[in-house]
């Protein structure tokens, strides 16, 4: 994901502040991809979903 943030700021030309904002962002695992690398590990997903 921190990828696809430095190349989305690459493309539309973003200044330097918002393009660290963005691949930081990126860096940041979403509730989604943290619920499906739960569910993938056999994890407990109601208590990762809390």
């Known amino acids: 994901m921190p990828f696809v943030g430095f190349g989305l700021t690459k493309v539309f030309a973003f200044p330097p502040e918002i ?3 963005i691949i930081l962002v990126g ?3 979403s509730g989604l991809a943290s619920n499906v690398m739960s569910y993938l590990a056999k994890a407990n997903l109601a208590l ?3």
Do not use: D, H, L, T
């Open 19 to 21: 393009a660290a904002g």
């Open 27 to 29: 860096c940041c695992p």
């Open 48 to 50: 990762s979903v809390s």
